[in-house]
DNA sequence: TCGGAACATCGACGGATGTCGATGTCTCGA
DNA sequence: TCGAGACATCGACATCCGTCGATGTTCCGA
């Protein structure tokens, strides 16, 4: 819960990875594998200052503010957000690290054609 | 359900993603999100050829024939491994198209400090 | 021809997940 | 002090997902 094991994997290609390097990252990438977390990463991403008010964010899609909310706390929960109260209002920012830990993932995975 | 879209996107930072995109995605990582998929895809590329046999497979883990099958199933439904049958054997290897698509999400987001 | 081995499929089960409306909590301005 | 806005939490619901045992299907060797 407090710390998701971030910056943790050799490419998937390569050696095989350990049953625990699987559990690790595999938290993280289902907290990744949906359209909307995904659309919420890329928009706090492309944000200016890479974060994001919630505010914005809801007007970004055909949800209920309690559902994008839940969607937030999966990505934060999972350690790819980090989450800052600033009057009324809560900025969401991506963690570099962790979408580090998972591009480290495919790092040479792309690059090994047969 | 034939030809899932692959190499399709553009890194997760940068501009904004469209819902046409993230609904692309989303399978591939949804396919990937699990620990045994993940050993699995990971056994396959580092075995010798980059293919495995279902057998070898098999006891690389404590689960039962059929879910294993099942998990080889998602992962080829999704693109993600070419399935051939040589005899008895059935042989599953990794598409690099497939992982390329996704290493491209985080290709640049690593490079991203802030 | 027959039996067994290698995989796939089926049906079922419990638990997780996405979504919603309703409600709670906090903060600021009037 | 009070009310409204921003966001989180709760409870409920339908659906999906991982796993299993049992059963098919296909192929090869005896």
Redesign the interface.
Known sequence: MSEPGLACCTP??????S?EQ??Q??PL??A?????R??L???I??SAG?EACVCDLNDAFDLTQATISHHLKVLHSAGLLDREKRGVWVYYA?R?AA??A???L??T??L???
């Open positions: 998937l290609t390569g050696t095989p990875m049953p699987a559990e990252v595999a990438l289902k990744l594998a949906d359209p909307v995904l659309r990463v890329s928009l991403a492309a890479g991506v570099p979408l580090s998972v591009a480290s495919f790092d995975a792309a090994t054609p047969a």
